[in-house]
C-alpha cells in the first residue's frame, strides 16, 4: 500500500526507509540519517504531526527504532522566497496534465525549493496529492512537463519514455555556428564533471545524442531547434557548447559563473535561452496521436 499525503501548503510528503543501524529511539536515528537537519528542527516535526508510519499516522520522537521501518515527513525551508514566474495548465483529463512552466522554478522539491516547485504548485491547486511528473526539465529550463494524474494507468505513460517513444523539441537561442552544416548530429560520452552538478564530455562510447537544426538566423545569434534522442542531465546544453555555441545566458557551460551560480543570484533579467517547445507520441491507452505546444517564446 503506497501512502502520501500532502501538507496544509500543498508540499507532497517525503520518505525514507531507516537503514541499519542501533539509536534508542526514532529520534535520534533521524538526526543521525540526516545530519544537515537540526535536532530541533526533527523535534517540531515531530510535535506537529509531520512524522507519519507507512499508514499516515503519527510517529512519535521517543518510540523505538526499528531497521526498515517506512516514515513519510514533510520537510520545510524557511522564508522561502517566491519565484515570480507563473505556469500554465497546457491540457488536462483524466490521466494526464501537461504543463508550461517558466523559467527558474524546479520541477520538484529539492535542496531550497519546496513550495516555490512545479509540483508542489500543480499538487496544492488541483488538491491532487497523486500528481507525479514523468519527466523533469532543468530548473532554468522554461516548457512543456507532463504529469501522470491517474496511478492506474501511470506506467503505461513511464514507458513512453524509458523506450523513447516520445518525440521532444526544444528551441534554444546561441551564437551563430556558419561553419557547421544542419542538420547536424551530435553525438558525444557525457559524464559528471567538476562540480559534481556540471556534467563534460569524454573520450569513449557515445551515451548522447542530439539533432539540431536552425531555425532562425541573426548577425549576432541563431534560433536552433535541439531534438535530444537521448536523456542525459544538462545534454543540449554541453552540446551546443562543445560545438562553440553555449546557449545564451547559460552560467554553467562552457564555463562555471560563480557569480550567477544559486538560487540567491539568480538574474530574472537574464533567463537561460532554452525551451521545451513540443511533445509528441501515441497515446498507449487510446493510440491517438498526441502533440502540445508550448506559448511561451524565447526573445531573439
Keep these: 500500500m503506497s501512502f502520501k499525503r500532502l501538507s496544509a501548503n500543498g508540499v507532497g510528503s517525503s520518505t525514507v526507509h531507516l537503514p541499519p543501524g542501533d539509536w534508542p529511539t526514532l529520534l535520534e536515528g533521524l538526526c543521525a540519517r540526516f545530519p544537515q537537519v537540526g535536532r530541533d528542527v526533527w523535534q517540531a516535526r515531530f510535535a506537529e504531526g509531520r512524522v507519519l508510519g507507512a499508514e499516515g499516522q503519527a510517529l512519535a520522537a521517543e518510540q523505538p527504532y526499528r531497521t526498515g521501518l517506512r516514515v513519510h515527513y514533510f520537510r520545510e525551508v524557511p522564508d522561502e522566497a517566491p519565484i515570480p514566474f507563473a505556469e500554465r495548465i497546457v491540457y488536462?483529463?483524466?490521466?494526464?496534465?501537461?504543463?508550461?512552466?517558466?523559467?527558474?522554478?524546479?520541477?520538484?522539491?529539492?535542496?531550497?525549493?519546496?513550495?516555490?516547485?512545479?509540483?508542489?504548485?500543480?499538487?496544492?491547486?488541483?488538491?491532487?496529492?497523486?500528481?507525479?511528473?514523468?519527466?523533469?526539465?532543468?530548473r532554468l529550463t522554461a516548457g512543456l512537463v507532463l504529469f501522470s494524474i491517474e496511478p492506474r494507468s501511470r506506467s503505461?505513460?513511464?514507458?513512453?519514455?524509458?523506450?523513447?517513444?516520445?518525440?521532444?523539441?526544444?528551441?534554444?537561442?546561441?551564437?551563430?555556428?556558419?561553419?557547421?552544416?544542419?542538420?547536424?548530429?551530435?553525438?558525444?560520452?557525457?559524464?559528471?564533471?567538476?562540480?559534481f552538478f556540471r556534467m563534460?564530455?569524454?573520450?569513449?562510447?557515445?551515451?548522447?545524442?542530439?539533432?539540431?537544426?536552425?531555425?532562425?538566423?541573426?548577425?549576432?545569434?541563431?534560433?536552433?531547434?535541439?531534438?535530444?534522442?537521448?536523456?542525459?542531465?544538462?545534454?543540449?546544453?554541453?552540446?551546443?557548447?562543445?560545438?562553440?555555441?553555449?546557449?545564451?545566458n547559460d552560467p554553467l557551460?562552457?564555463?562555471?559563473?560563480?557569480?550567477?551560480?544559486?538560487?540567491?543570484?539568480?538574474?530574472?533579467?537574464r533567463p537561460l535561452k532554452l525551451?521545451?517547445?513540443?511533445?509528441?507520441?501515441?497515446?498507449?491507452?487510446?493510440?491517438?496521436?498526441?502533440?502540445?505546444?508550448?506559448?511561451l517564446r524565447l526573445d531573439f
Design 92 to 138: 488536462q483529463d483524466e490521466h494526464l496534465l501537461v504543463a508550461d512552466k517558466p523559467h527558474f522554478l524546479p520541477v520538484l522539491p529539492a535542496g531550497g525549493y519546496v513550495e516555490q516547485t512545479l509540483l508542489s504548485r500543480l499538487a496544492r491547486q488541483l488538491d491532487n496529492p497523486h500528481l507525479v511528473p514523468l519527466h523533469r526539465i532543468d
Design 156 to 195: 503505461r505513460y513511464q514507458a513512453l519514455f524509458r523506450e523513447r517513444q516520445i518525440d521532444k523539441r526544444y528551441e534554444a537561442i546561441a551564437a551563430p555556428l556558419p561553419q557547421q552544416t544542419f542538420p547536424l548530429q551530435r553525438c558525444s560520452r557525457l559524464v559528471e564533471g567538476e562540480p
Design 200 to 248: 563534460q564530455e569524454v573520450p569513449g562510447v557515445p551515451n548522447s545524442e542530439t539533432w539540431i537544426e536552425v531555425l532562425e538566423t541573426g548577425a549576432q545569434a541563431w534560433r536552433y531547434a535541439l531534438n535530444p534522442v537521448t536523456g542525459k542531465r544538462h545534454q543540449l546544453r554541453v552540446h551546443m557548447a562543445a560545438l562553440g555555441a553555449p546557449l545564451h
Design 253 to 269: 557551460y562552457p564555463e562555471l559563473d560563480a557569480a550567477r551560480h544559486g538560487r540567491e543570484v539568480d538574474d530574472y533579467r
Design 275 to 295: 525551451l521545451a517547445r513540443e511533445l509528441r507520441f501515441r497515446d498507449p491507452l487510446s493510440g491517438a496521436l498526441r502533440e502540445f505546444h508550448s506559448a
